[in-house]
């Protein structure tokens, strides 16, 4: 069965950055696209970024778009999150998640919604 686990979480101060990744067990990477999502209290879960099984597209969500780079490594089974300039509102716990999509998964909303497979997540705290 496929596993995720996060890492690189932790805390810091507005615009400072910060690089999560994502490890992938017991599943052929290659096959996936991939995706980072966050949730903070009283606040709906918001996917932040989407990639496909290639790694040659990718999908931000509006506030991230110019500081945010994900980015995938399918030799390694990994997925990478660098995060710059970050703000208070970045705060969450941040997930990786993976569904078998075709190049054009990430392109609509629906990444958003069908991911099947799910990290625990890791915290990431800015502190204004």
């Known amino acids: 069965q496929g596993h995720l686990v996060e890492s690189g979480g932790g805390l810091v101060q507005a615009g400072e950055s910060l690089t999560l990744s994502c490890t992938a067990s017991?599943?052929?990477?290659?096959?996936?696209?991939m995706g980072w999502f966050r949730q903070a209290p009283g606040k709906e879960r918001e996917g932040v970024a989407c990639?496909?099984?290639?790694?040659?597209?990718?999908t931000y969500t509006d506030s991230v778009k110019g500081r945010f780079i994900v980015s995938r490594d399918n030799d390694n089974s990994t997925m990478t999150l660098r995060m710059t300039n970050l703000r208070p509102e970045d705060t969450g716990s941040y997930c990786c998640?993976?569904?078998?999509?075709?190049?054009?998964?990430?392109?609509?909303?629906?990444?958003?919604?069908?991911?099947?497979?799910w990290g625990e997540g890791t915290q990431v705290t800015v502190s204004s």
């Open positions: 017991g599943l052929t990477i290659v096959n996936y696209a």
């Open positions: 998640a993976a569904e078998w999509g075709d190049s054009d998964y990430c392109s609509g909303p629906a990444w958003q919604t069908t991911m099947n497979y």
């Open positions: 990639i496909i099984w290639s790694g040659k597209k990718t």
